[in-house]
């Protein structure tokens, strides 16, 4: 392959001058890259608002869509899903790649980490090829610079024939310059595109010749993706392409047979060698590293040996300790006990009572379950600071790159229980709030892991809100909590196991990117942590005020009489008093509802020793809050949402039945 | 004595007919009657087949046989279209005559060459040589399955063979490509190695489908 050798070199002119980069046509400018590429930062950079940023793949699930400001004109800016390749695999890529072929974006920014040049290089030659208006930015420039790698920021746009820009954008390092890139938006042509396999070529040329329609790529990559078989492309071809269609069939079929490996694998060699040329010419690495303290402290992370006991020690610190005892005793003490009570409280009934007549209406907002004394006191005294602590906890470890070290050491656990390591970010987002988590099962890849871990979530994994109360409860009392801890994970591998066994549908093998650890950075967390509070306050605390009003009518109708009445029944057979079966209604309502009611009950002296491990084990198992339940109606529909409904509350107490029969019947003393 | 290259062609079909319920009426048909008479006698003598009503059926010696250059095909298959890119096209005429040529334990050397695979490009089971079942790795410059390989060695991706396309693709995506320079950080509980400046974690059936030619140390 000598092409390369005698090309000659195109020289990039960066001018205003531009035939392709009118700057008054600019409206719209598309963030494409692979995850951990900052894409978020960036996005944050050019619009002044902020999404999650993450060091996860996949964690942006939603786009993210801004205003900026670029010279004298307001561009709208798409944060696109993470993306490693144009021919899509997960949800998130097919939503990127949607964005690329409808929304038509006036420029294309592909951020791309500047340590892992080469590795990003292919998307980048698949998005010249699909003639987009591509700049490249290489992000994190600053990281890179530390280690060494020095990068020829000409000679890859000569090589590309493209912009390329470097950026910090943590650090807003670059940005002038990369505004005034995509302003002046300057391609020359021809830009660096593979060329392939013979066959392959003939093929595409052919395929060009046959479309007839427009489809927001250029033909070759239409063409391309025809080649590896996209079934959406083929799809859209279908639909607009009546007359050519059975010759295009034929031409890839016809190409097809001539290899015998899937011709996405033949291209993308193709483009990772060119890929590794192009790197070659441009990037000049120092030769050796050394094992850093923060390489070795990852080893560490990632041997059994070590790494468990620093799981242990993470969940200690950041689940008990800071979320357990810090958020939910101590804040929660002095909000509820001395703000609420102490002040708020009785200055508002007070208020209500001077001014409200009408009783009913007095107890809708200053009742027992009142709107203002019960819905905003817990939203603000409760939920907040639990809620609160647990995603300032949760972004921490998110920031350091943790998480998918925890992913590698626990797939061997999870692969039982039908699911793999990438489960495990919602399965802890669930222990902050199993609404959230439940969104984020998206992430998943098949639809039978994210209908195990809906079931998992709604069935044993408790809530923050829940999880507080429980520690309060049990607080200074280690042999329940235990207890408890051991049936709640006992549950989990049983339920999750069975799952995996009964479910059909392929088993998805575990992959994952290793991102370097890093210190996480307070304006991260910070940022993080207010988006999730925010999410939280605008998604599920309606539904909590909803959840006031509608208790306010149950109990106003006698509704809610006659359910806690039929509810005493089941509740007695687990041995509970009748009074829990308030707290088991409740905890329909909000989990946390039905936890804070056992507290009413242990605080009064009614429940102790079996009776309260058994409330405890059954209300966490016991349905999911009234926002999970109708997220999992949003995600995984009507049906399977009602399946697990109805599973989940009959189970509940089932293993609250079997708990208690098992305590007593052995005569266990608590 | 070797046998000649017709008598393997009819143990080999009739192998295929048996094991893997190919056509229940292969009578030869392609062959001319001359050739084909030697071919079967060729085979009496060896005893590798038995004649009865018309029905020719491999015997427990033949099966073996029948085994071995089946075997042998599906790794000269595996050979041309792996390491020496060979167009499909031309995979099964080169493949009818490489396999004659790796007889007498040649077939191991492909073999452990080749990582021991376990499924012929078009997806049909290799059968196992004795290499396979000892396991051994023993041989200058090999390929081997990713999880084999100790940690902190090197090597370079040779291929990859994935149950699914979707996972090819991902991985592909991830930078795991043939040609690609690799190193194992470590194997258990998941296998993490390093592509460039990017660290990877994948589970064991992964591993087992990314076929890297070690360094030598």
């Known amino acids: ?344 409280n009785p200055f508002i009934t007070q208020l209500f009572e001077t001014y409200i007549e009408y009783v009913p209406l007095q107890e809708l907002f200053v009742g027992e379950y009142g709107i203002i004394t019960l819905g905003i006191r817990y939203a603000i005294a409760l939920i907040l600071p639990i809620v609160g602590t647990f995603f300032i906890a949760f972004s921490i470890i998110e920031d350091t790159g943790y998480l998918p070290r925890m992913a590698l050491l626990i797939d061997r656990v999870f692969k039982k229980i039908g699911l793999n390591g990438r489960a495990v970010i919602p399965m802890t987002l669930g222990l902050g709030c199993g609404t959230m988590a439940t969104i984020v099962t998206r992430t998943l890849e098949t639809k039978r892991e994210r209908v195990i871990a809906t079931i998992l979530l709604a069935l044993t994994i408790p809530c923050s809100a829940q999880l507080g109360v429980l520690f309060a409860i049990m607080a200074g009392n280690p042999l329940p909590l235990l207890l408890w801890a051991l049936v709640v994970v006992l549950v989990f591998l049983l339920v999750g196991s069975l799952a995996a066994r009964l479910m059909p549908g392929e088993k998805p093998g575990f992959y994952m990117e290793i991102p370097p650890l890093r210190m996480p950075k307070i304006s991260n967390v910070l940022m993080k942590t207010f988006t999730r509070v925010e999410w939280y306050f605008k998604e599920v605390f309606p539904m909590f005020i909803l959840a006031s009003i509608a208790i306010w009518i149950g109990q106003i109708t006698g509704l809610f009489d006659i359910l806690i009445n039929v509810l005493a029944y089941p509740v007695q057979w687990i041995g509970l008093p009748s009074g829990a079966a308030t707290a088991v209604l409740f905890g329909f309502f909000r989990r946390d509802y039905g936890a804070a009611g056992l507290y009413d009950l242990q605080q009064a002296g009614v429940l102790s020793g079996i009776p309260l491990v058994v409330a405890a084990v059954t209300l966490t198992l016991f349905v999911p809050c009234i926002a999970q339940f109708s997220v999992m109606i949003k995600e995984r529909g009507l049906k399977i949402a009602l399946a697990i409904g109805l599973f989940v509350f009959f189970f509940a107490f089932v293993v609250g039945f079997l708990l208690n029969l098992t305590l007593t019947s052995l005569g266990v003393q608590l | 004595m070797d046998l000649s290259e017709d008598a393997e062609e009819i143990l080999e079909n009739l192998w295929i007919r048996d094991e893997e319920k190919g056509d229940p009426t292969y009578n030869f048909t392609s062959m001319e009657a001359e050739t084909k008479n030697r071919a079967l006698k060729e085979l009496s003598k060896f005893n590798f087949i038995s004649v009865s009503k018309n029905q020719i059926s491999l015997t427990e010696k033949g099966k073996a046989e029948a085994e071995n250059v089946v075997r042998r095909h599906r790794l000269a298959e595996r050979l041309l279209v792996d390491l020496l890119d060979t167009e499909i096209g031309l995979v099964e005429e080169a493949a009818c005559k490489l396999e004659h040529a790796i007889r007498r334990g040649i077939d191991e050397n492909v073999c452990i060459l080749l990582g021991h695979p376990r499924v012929c490009p078009h997806g049909k089971q290799i059968p196992k040589g004795r290499c396979c079942r000892r396991g051994s790795t023993k041989a200058d410059k090999i390929v081997v399955p990713l999880s084999q390989i100790e940690p902190n060695r090197e090597g370079k991706i040779a291929y990859i063979q994935t149950k699914g396309r979707g996972r090819l693709q991902k991985l592909m995506a991830m930078g795991v490509t043939p040609g690609m320079p690799i190193r194992v950080i470590q194997r258990f509980p998941s296998h993490v190695f390093q592509i460039g400046r990017t660290q990877i974690a994948v589970d064991e059936e992964i591993a087992n489908e990314i076929f890297v030619v070690e360094y030598s140390s």
């Open chain 1, 1 to 344: 392959m000598t092409r390369f050798r005698v090309r000659k070199r195109r020289r990039f002119r960066g001018g205003r001058h531009s035939p392709s980069g009118a700057p008054s046509g600019l409206k719209k400018i598309a963030l494409v890259g692979s995850p951990n590429t900052g894409k978020s930062v960036m996005f944050h950079n050019l619009t002044g608002s902020y999404a999650t940023v993450s060091n996860y793949p996949g964690t942006t699930v939603e786009v993210s869509r801004g205003k900026g400001k670029l010279g004298n004109n307001e561009v709208e800016v798409v944060d696109t899903p993470g993306t490693y390749a144009l021919l899509p695999i997960t949800e998130d890529e097919r939503v990127a790649r949607s964005i690329l072929l409808e929304e038509k974006p006036g420029v294309v920014l592909q951020l791309v980490d500047a340590k892992n040049l080469e590795r990003m290089l292919p998307l980048t030659l698949q998005l010249i090829e699909a003639g987009l208006q591509v700049i490249l930015d290489l992000n994190m420039i600053d990281e890179a610079e530390k280690l060494g790698i020095k990068i020829d920021v000409k000679r890859l746009e000569e090589e590309l024939g493209i912009p390329v820009a470097t950026t910090a954008a943590t650090s807003r390092r670059g940005m002038e310059n990369l505004r005034e890139k995509i302003l002046n938006y300057c391609r020359t042509e021809p830009a660096r595109k593979p060329q392939y396999n013979l066959h392959i070529e003939s093929a595409l040329e052919k395929i060009s010749r046959l479309l007839k329609e427009d489809y927001g790529l250029s033909r070759r990559a239409i063409g391309l993706l025809l080649l590896q078989d996209d079934h959406e492309i083929w799809e859209r071809i279908k639909a607009r392409e009546d007359k050519n269609f059975t010759q295009i069939e034929k031409v890839v079929e016809e190409t097809r047979q001539k290899y015998s490996q899937p011709i996405n694998y033949i291209v993308n060699r193709k483009r990772v060698w060119e890929a590794k040329q192009i790197a070659a010419e441009a990037v000049t690495t120092p030769p050796e590293f050394k094992t850093t303290a923060k390489e070795r402290l990852s080893r560490l992370m990632m041997n059994p040996i070590t790494g468990i006991p620093i799981l242990a020690l993470v969940l200690y610190f950041g689940l008990y300790q800071f979320v357990g005892v810090f958020g939910a005793q101590t804040l929660v003490d002095f909000l509820e006990g001395q703000i609420f009570e102490g002040y708020f």
